[in-house]
């Protein structure tokens, strides 16, 4: 039995993973929001672009379901390294019938093209089907060694299907890829004009060779998944004549108000889709009057394909009592003969060519505009960075491995699900975690001798770093992360200790998570520690064991400082620590560690008054905003919503011109709180913009150009990328830490305008597409902004960037703010000159400030954002707008 620990509770560090309590209470399940699938937009959208927002391209004459269905919100879709790599990507109709017209008008073959070597047709080819078969040929040519005899002849059967076939399958396998659907509503009639042909092609039951391989077991995984061996026969899809026998199934194929007929006859209540199922399913199992019906299976075909009446006229029949049949199976024929029938993607095929993708794209993830993008940016009018395309053919030394590393993935999803989307986790379900672990750690250590042998004597300075994240290492490397903090909630602190020790001997495996695992080892050994290791031979008594063990955890502190792979948000908590230990210690005070110059201040505030807008609602306005004000226009307003827009005068009076008299007229303009900020900022002598953390990802692509683009092994798969692949993951620092460094250091000593101007020469004409670059900054401007921002902040600023430049794209404070640096006047007979501190003039100051209304609060994004810039020792302004004026408007 698993008992709490005594004595007191030790609070650990906010930005550590182990701030659970202890206690197992299991709240209503409820989906917890993971900052991982949150990615912010890497860089804003080309100014020669549409500037319209990208739609998802809807598919054509599709089985939609009904209006009336109520539809649980679907969580926001991850962007796979690949999108995040190339340019924001228009795929909507309009993008689709550029690509044909271009194909079209080149009347020759492709080399890109890797089919048939056939002229394109209009009608024979589709942006979809090529893009599937880019991806498919390009693997197959240089990793078809990843794949065994009977997926190769799966593939060959593939490349035997007519292009219609080909056409509705990829359709198909873009859409929710395991579901059925109905044949009646496939629509795409004007992409294929044979389709029950193509369907029947689909359907074909294929004979295959034995498989050369055998099925392999792995740690943590409880069985194969079904599908993912092939059998000695195979189809692209399924009928769902042979298929669907059961209740449960066939009831999801109804569409709601299909449904609610059905639920009708049968006496079952529900409030939605899911209800609704869930009693019919209910029902359907305790229904006694079915139970004897014994329906034949053809009588009842012909029954409800000739009756569209309630099921009672069939209970009365005549029937054999041995040739009853389950008494689901009359509700079953029941929903068949509404759908019609239906077609589903076949498991096993389904799961080779995602295996086939997972290889191609370097991901587990992918969409359709993984997959047409690639295309399209190779049509686009766009101008890219110069830079050595490199894809490996190795990047999974064998089958098994490849194997390995897709049943990690699926063991790691199984761990999360428990942790983080099912509330909080039992003991039960914690030890299931604990048991994941134990069989993952063998295997865990072996992989990591092996590619610390490959770090070793294989690959270059960082060409490995990238490829690693499809190691089934990396995967294995998180569970023991995540071992390690269900070993802390079972108190077994010696154990943890000893985890978090080995995961910070590797230097290979998310990086990123090293402050974590400093913070809570210098934890355990500054509280724990005394009573599970032993202590020196001099420590006899207990205060002195405490006492070493601290000086341990002091020891952890200073060398997750000077661990070029911490990233910088964890020096505040370690600095923290460890001055708190240092004063525990007593140690001298000219031994102590000085970290007044890096310690956090809270922001300094403001406040700007203003005159605030209030409109009554109106139909057209979003449910949200309507809900702000429901009092008359008579009345007074009430207070603004948490995270409602407003509207704000602008202070700035805008001077305009009568056309009919000539006269001039001030004119007040409605404007956003942000906005009315600026200009209150701009009336006390600053200049700036409203850019969130548009500044910061520009200033970034300009002072880093050359890092970026460096030739790092694996990183460019294509000649349209806009960044390195490996840019928002953990592997973008530690593969390029003595170029990024090299290259803060030239920020640090003043040269950020020497490096800006040069790519503004060498780029800004040909308007180069480049992660974060926002070419209507003006040169002017960044230039003084460079000029005036301190050397030593902005190389901070830059290297929290470079760190954590996937996870640090929101947050940051709204405007940001800076006044030039007037020269300093010389020094006259011997005199000081007129100098700030660094060599600055008079007046260079950089400042950011974030704009919260009226009952607006910060959140943990945007404080992490204030702690930073702080610690880089620049100025932050919690900047409130109070309306000192409320006009209401009909």
């Known amino acids: 039995m698993l008992g709490k620990g005594k004595g007191k509770n030790i609070p650990h560090p906010k930005s550590t993973n182990f701030e659970a309590e202890d206690d197992y209470q299991t709240p209503p399940a409820k989906r917890v929001k993971r900052d991982i699938s ?33 539809l649980e919100a679907e969580p926001r879709a991850r962007r796979t390294d690949l999108e995040t790599a190339l340019p924001p990507i228009e795929t909507d109709k309009e993008a689709i019938e550029a690509y044909e017209a271009t194909r079209a008008a080149e009347q020759a073959n492709d080399p890109k093209d890797r089919l048939d070597g056939r002229k394109w047709v209009r009608g024979k080819s589709s942006i979809y089907v090529d893009a599937f078969n880019l991806a498919l040929e390009t693997v197959l040519e240089d990793e078809g060694h990843l794949f065994d005899e009977a997926e190769h002849a799966v593939f060959r059967e593939w490349r035997e299907l007519e292009y219609e076939a080909q056409y509705l ?102 409030k939605n889709k899911k209800e609704l199922l869930r009693a019919f399913r209910r029902t359907s199992g305790t229904q006694a009057g ?128 428990i942790l983080e989307f099912n509330g909080t986790p039992t003991k039960d379900t914690m030890q299931v975690i604990l048991d994941v672990f134990e069989q993952v750690y ?130 505040h908590d370690l600095q923290k620590r460890t001055m708190k230990l240092e004063k525990q210690l007593k140690v001298p005070k000219r031994q102590q560690h000085e970290f007044t110059h890096v310690l956090l201040t809270k922001p300094a505030e403001r406040t700007f008054q203003g005159v605030r807008i209030e409109r009554p609602p109106s139909l057209n306005s979003s449910r949200r905003n309507s809900e702000q004000n429901t009092t008359p226009t008579t009345a007074v307003p009430k207070p603004d919503r948490r995270g409602a827009k407003t509207i704000w005068l602008d202070p700035a009076v805008h001077i305009t011109t009568d056309p009919e008299t000539g006269e001039e007229q001030k004119v007040e303009g409605e404007c956003s709180v942000e906005a009315m900020c600026l200009s209150s900022y701009r009336a006390l002598g600053y200049k700036g913009y409203h850019s969130e953390g548009g500044i910061l990802r520009t200033l970034f692509a300009y002072l880093l150009y050359d890092v970026l683009f460096v030739y790092i092994p694996n990183v460019f798969q294509t000649a349209y990328q806009t960044c390195p692949l490996d840019l928002h993951t953990d592997a973008f620092f530690p593969s390029r830490v003595s170029e990024v460094n090299g290259r803060l250091n030239d920020v640090s000593n003043g040269e950020a305008g020497k490096l800006i101007q040069e790519v503004w020469d060498s780029h800004h004409e040909r308007k180069t597409c480049v992660v974060g670059l926002d070419w209507a900054f003006e040169l002017a401007d960044l230039l003084e902004i460079a000029d005036a921002w301190p050397p030593a902040a902005l190389s901070t600023v830059m290297k929290v960037m470079a760190q954590e430049y996937g996870q640090r794209g929101g947050g940051v404070p709204d405007l940001f703010l800076w006044k030039p640096r007037v020269d300093a006047k010389p020094a006259v007979d011997g005199a000081k000159s007129d100098e700030l501190e660094g060599g600055k003039g008079i007046g260079g100051e950089v400042m950011f400030a974030e704009v919260k209304s009226e009952n607006d609060r910060l959140s943990d994004t945007q404080r992490m954002w204030i702690d930073v810039l702080s610690g880089a020792g620049v100025r932050v302004e919690l900047c409130h707008a109070v309306a000192r004026e409320v006009r209401v408007q009909g």
């Open 169 to 270: 399958y990829v359709r198909l396998f873009l859409r929710k890829t395991s579901s059925w659907h109905r044949i009646s509503k496939l629509g795409y009639h004007s992409d294929i004009a044979d389709l029950p042909q193509a369907i029947t092609d689909l359907q074909l039951v294929r004979e295959l060779p034995a498989p050369s391989s055998q099925a392999e077991e792995h740690p943590g995984e409880l069985e194969l998944p079904e599908g993912t061996t092939l059998e000695t026969t195979t189809a692209f899809a399924d009928r769902s004549e042979d298929c669907i026998k059961d209740l449960e199934e066939a009831s999801s194929l109804l569409l709601l108000d299909e449904l609610k007929a059905l639920a009708k006859t049968a006496k079952v209540q529900g």
């Open 290 to 417: 079915l139970g004897w019906a014994g329906l034949k299976r053809s009588e009842t075909e012909e029954t409800t394909a000739s009756t569209s009446s309630g099921f009672g006229e069939d209970e009365g029949r005549d029937v054999t009592p041995g040739r009853r049949e389950n008494r689901d199976a009359h509700w079953v024929d029941k929903i068949m003969a509404e759908t019609g029938p239906c077609i589903r993607l076949s498991l096993p095929t389904l799961k080779l060519f995602e295996r086939a993708h997972l290889v191609f794209y370097r991901s587990t993830e992918w969409t359709e505009k993984s997959l047409t993008t690639i295309i399209l940016a190779r049509i686009a009018r766009w101008n890219f960075p110069e830079y050595i395309v490199s894809r490996s053919a190795n990047i999974f030394a064998s089958r098994s491995l490849l194997l390995e590393f897709e049943a990690s993935v699926r063991t790691q999803f199984r761990v999360d699900n």
């Open 442 to 571: 063998p295997r865990w250590k072996a992989l990591l001798a092996e590619e610390q042998r490959k770090e070793d004597s294989i690959y270059s300075t960082g060409e490995g770093a990238y490829l690693r994240r499809l190691s089934p290492a990396w995967v294995y490397t998180r569970i023991i992360h995540k071992g390690a903090y269900v070993l802390g909630k079972f108190k077994h602190h010696q154990r943890e200790h000893e985890v978090l020790t080995e995961l910070l001997e590797q230097r290979l495996f998310h990086t990123s998570r090293r402050g974590d695992w400093y913070q809570r080892k210098a934890l355990l050994e500054e509280h724990y520690m005394h009573l599970h290791l032993p202590s020196p031979p001099e420590c006899k008594d207990t205060e002195s064991q405490k006492k070493h063990w601290k000086r341990m955890a002091l020891r952890t502190c200073e060398d997750g400082l000077q661990d070029q792979l911490t990233h910088l948000i964890f020096h």
């Open 38 to 70: 949150d990615y912010a937009q890497a860089s804003p959208r080309p100014k020669h672009s549409p500037n319209k927002a990208t739609r998802r391209d809807e598919i054509p004459d599709s089985d939609a379901d009904s209006e009336s269905e109520e």
